[in-house]
Each structure stands twice: as structure tokens, then as C-alpha cells.
């Protein structure tokens, strides 16, 4: 394998608090030397002039559709939508057709993420049977497999004693439960957030309620089992009230937040576009400040981005029809980057949470750029300006509320252990 330097690159590795400018050494797949002017050969030079330099993004929430519905995403473009965003690691849902609640079916993921993904693959497998909420699955065999996590995201256990079980097996193997919380009786027929603009649009409205009041039973269950619970897409302000008191009692929780409950307000529904239909709904401006506050003094662990692709004919429909979700894994680091240009949050914290901490949530390896480490990183020219556009996404959907968005800045080389996986030019 070749020896890489880049150089003079600005070194964000929120692990140890480094940020700097210095060159940076890869061979045999993992970082062997960092400093200032490193001297000695290398078999290959990227000049960085100044671009930032990270350890690899991890998405611990992505929908990559394959088995089943690979028309609207599969495997390998999956992870080409990843790599291009700058993630080198995403953890996929279990909402594939068959479901992913066996371990034949986690093996078959992972097979197929080693023949065709350019980013790392990690598993997360259903809680329940066929996703309905109402069996357990077979954790300890899912765990054997490679699950990293356990999830019904997309559907919802609506049944507190299977929520119970659920944790308290994952509990007993060592992972965390990833919990979609939404009570269905109350979103009833909703499709957005409940409130003036969904009365404006005529549209059935989803109460913030919804969230809040399982979140707060999950994280009592929580209390309860002594369980590892992860809240998914926290979209809420009360929500992440909620959480914060938790955390202060010691319920062992930890939360995300997506780029897009971030960046969007439920005012984006005025113009009946479905790619602003999501679950949970785009909240209040009021939220949406609540929920930067909590990712800022941590109550909100990290961002996640709920890649949740669709084909165009599936969302080309009246906004009652189209189905939830959109894709992230390309616009993520650009929205939270707004914020770093608007001094909302720190480049090392941004990162921090796009990174280190997901890869803590899950134990997974990387989110560092200590020496010995894998050289999963993404090079990121934090500058430039650039238009979303359909045919520039890797994905095989484009259903983005982003699509003719300008963002400033945004990856533009990705690593994998050590192999450069994406180059902006070549794209």
C-alpha cells in the first residue's frame, strides 16, 4: 500500500482537541505521523493549502433500501452517497424487504457491503419481528452476526412491555436501543407538524406531543432497565428538555439530531414540495432553536442524517400520498457548516459531532486521527460555494428539500483505510 502525506492541512480531531495546521502521514491503511513539515519521502503528495482535515464522518442512522427496494437505493450507492458527503462509516436500518430481524439477513448485508460499498457498513437489525412491534427478535443471534444496534425506525413499539424486553435484552449483549418515538394513536392521520401552516396548506397536522410523550415513556423504561437507549431524529424542543433532565438523573440516553430538523422549519410545507415531508415533521422555528441549543451543550449527542431515499415517482404524488423521508448523506456537513460560518457552533465541535461521538454511541472504530489509527478521513474545503443540483448526488434518489440550495463548503477527497475512495474532480 502507498505511502500518502497531505500537507498542510488544518488538523480537526475534536478526540484530543487538536486543531492545527500540519502535515499528515498514511501507509498500510492507518496514520502513522502527523507534525509540522514532516520530512522523509512518500509515494503520493495531496497539497491540503489550508482545507480541513477530519477524521472520516459516521452516520449511526442511514436507510440504504437494499434488500428489496434497490430501486430506491442499494448498497454500493449508498455508500458512493456517502463517501461523496464525506462519511467513511454508516450504520443502515433494518426496514428492507425481508426485514432485517434475522441473522441470515445481517450476513447478507455485510457480504454485500464488502463487495460493493466504498464506505464501512454496520449493521443495525430490527427489535422486532417484521418490524410490527410486537415480538423480539432474536437479539443475541442478530448480535452474533454483527448487529451493532437494535431498531424498529420507520415503525414504532407502541407496546411498552415489548419496549421493556427489547431493552432489556439488548442490554444483556451490549448494545443500544434505537428508539423511533412517535405515538401513532395521537399523529393520526398527520403528515406535518400541527400547527398554523399546516392549517394554512389544509394539510393534517402531527402534534409535537406525539414525540414528546414517548420519549418520555422510553426514557423511563430506560430508567428502568438500566438500558442503553439512543433517541432517533429528535425534532422537539421538549423533547431535548426531556433528555437533558434525564441525563442529569443518570438515565444512560443518548439522542440525535438531523441536518435537516436544523436547518427547516415547518414553514418550508407552505409550498406543498414532499421532499419536505419527513417523520418526525419539521417543527417551529421555536424548536429549531431549542434543538441547536441542545446539540451545542450536548443534550443532543450528534447529528445523524435519516438518509431515507425515494424514488422520484414516489414522491411526485399529492403530499397526503408521498411517503416520508428524504436523502442526507451528501448535504449534511454543508448545512452544519452554515452553521460554523455563522459562529454557531465550532469547526472541532461540529465535527465532534458528526464523528468522535457517533463513533462512542456505537462503539464503533474511528471519529480519531491519533496515530495507529484507521486512515478513514475526509478532506474538507470549508470555502467553497456550491449549488445542490439532482445530477450531481451520488445517491440513486434525489429526493433532497436541498436540491438548488447554495451551500459554502463540502468535501472534496474521502479516505477509507487509507485509499482514497472520492475526489471532488472526478465525481
Known sequence: MSHIRIKGARLLDPSTGLDEVQD????DGKIVK???????????WVEADGKWLVPGLIDIHTHLREPGFEYKEDIASGARSAVQGGYTTVCCMANTDPVNDSPAITEFIYRRAKETALARVHVIAAATQGLRGEIMSEIAGLA??????????????MDAGVMRRVLEYASGVGR?????CEDLNLRGPGVVHEGAHATCCGLAGSPAEAETIMVARD??????????LHIAHVSAGRSVELIRDAKAAGVRV?????????YLTDEAIRGYNTHTKMAPPLRTAQDRELLWEGLIDGTLDCVATDHAPHADYEKDVEFDSAPFGIVGLETALPVVLSAVHAERISALQAIMRMSTTPAKILG???GTLDLGAPADLALIDPNTVWKVQARGLASRSK???????????????TYVGGQRVYKLEEA
Open 219 to 228: 426514557l423511563e423504561l430506560a430508567r428502568l432497565t438500566g438500558a442503553h
Open 176 to 180: 443500544p436501543v434505537i428508539a423511533h
Open 254 to 262: 443518548t439522542a440525535e439530531v438531523t441536518p435537516h430538523h436544523l
Open 364 to 366: 464503533l472504530p474511528g
Open 24 to 27: 499528515l502521514d498514511i501507509e
Open 399 to 413: 429526493n433532497s428539500p436541498f436540491l438548488d440550495h447554495e451551500f459554502q463548503g463540502r468535501t472534496v477527497e
Open 144 to 157: 452474533g452476526a454483527g448487529a451493532v444496534a437494535f431498531s424498529d425506525d420507520g415503525e414504532v413499539i
Open 34 to 44: 502527523k507534525g509540522r513539515d514532516l520530512s522523509g519521502s512518500a509515494d503520493e
